[in-house]
Nanobody, 120 residues
Framework: VQLVESGGGLVQAGGSLSLSCVAS????????MGWYRQAPGKERELVAR???????NYADSVKGRFTISRENAKDTVYLQMTKLMPEDTAVYYC???????????????WGQGTQVTVSS
């Protein structure tokens, strides 16, 4: 599975940005898709995640501001970010979790990352 992100960039505090991520390859194995972020000097953290059936979960820090959605027919996941704050500045990574065929195991796939910078 390959993941290609688009979107991101520079925005002022209070503004909005959208991220997209398209999966290709063995996409039929994918269950969860999501977004993680990593700020300088910090560990990578979950931002939002969505299952194949549409169940979502969010980090507390983004609840009410970010929305994750998914178009299964297009193998695409989106992240709509509103009311952005400087502390949202990070590299955002698309993630897909896929089943390893004929095993109960899963495997994580990652995009190359896209920079989101929020100025104060």
């Amino acid at each position: 599975v390959q993941l290609v992100e688009s979107g991101g960039g520079l925005v002022q505090a209070g503004g909005s940005l959208s991220l997209s991520c398209v999966a290709s390859g063995s996409t039929y194995t994918i269950n969860h898709m999501g977004w993680y972020r990593q700020a300088p000097g910090k560990e990578r953290e979950l931002v939002a995640r969505i299952s194949l059936g549409g169940t979502t979960n969010y980090a507390d820090s983004v609840k009410g501001r970010f929305t994750i959605s998914r178009e299964n027919a297009k193998d695409t996941v989106y992240l709509q970010m509103t009311k952005l704050m400087p502390e949202d500045t990070a590299v955002y990574y698309c993630n897909a979790q896929g089943w390893i065929i004929a095993t109960p195991s899963t495997m994580d796939y990652w995009g190359q990352g896209t920079q989101v910078t929020v100025s104060s």
